[in-house]
């Protein structure tokens, strides 16, 4: 079983910068795939970035390649999405998930475990 928590969301300009985090619970946090999904209002949750357990295999949507980066430090169980050049397009509730394969998905039916979500709002 793992809980994850999501934090670092918030209201910024266009141009501005954040960092989320998803710390998560549980020994066995470094043996899961994590993935970054997101979810504007009337639409469906999309897949945004993904990291293996290692961290050695990064993938990300087209939309954000180039301004987003995902990481992860399995000694704080913690993975994190620094986003920069923000755009309104951005804004949404993004929810980090974990997934017991070794394969990153993009498909958001597969992951296990998902945290509660947090608001990104990027203003024009």
């Known amino acids: 079983q793992v809980q994850l928590v999501e934090s670092g969301g918030g209201l910024v300009q266009a141009g501005g910068s954040l960092r989320l985090s998803c710390a998560g619970s549980?020994?066995?946090?470094?043996?899961?795939?994590m993935a970054w999904f997101r979810q504007a209002p009337g639409k469906e949750r999309l897949f945004v970035a993904g990291?293996?357990?290692?961290?050695?295999?990064?993938y990300y949507a087209d939309s954000v390649k180039g301004r987003f980066t995902i990481s992860r430090d399995n000694a704080k169980n913690t993975v994190y999405l620094q986003m920069n050049s923000l755009k309104p397009e951005d804004t949404a509730v993004y929810y980090c998930?974990?997934?017991?394969?070794?394969?990153?998905?993009?498909?958001?039916?597969?992951?296990?475990?998902w945290g509660q979500g947090t608001q990104v709002t990027v203003s024009s």
């Open positions: 998930a974990a997934d017991r394969g070794s394969v990153i998905h993009r498909t958001p039916n597969v992951y296990d475990y």
């Open positions: 990291i293996s357990w290692s961290g050695g295999n990064t």
């Open positions: 549980g020994r066995t946090f470094s043996r899961y795939s």
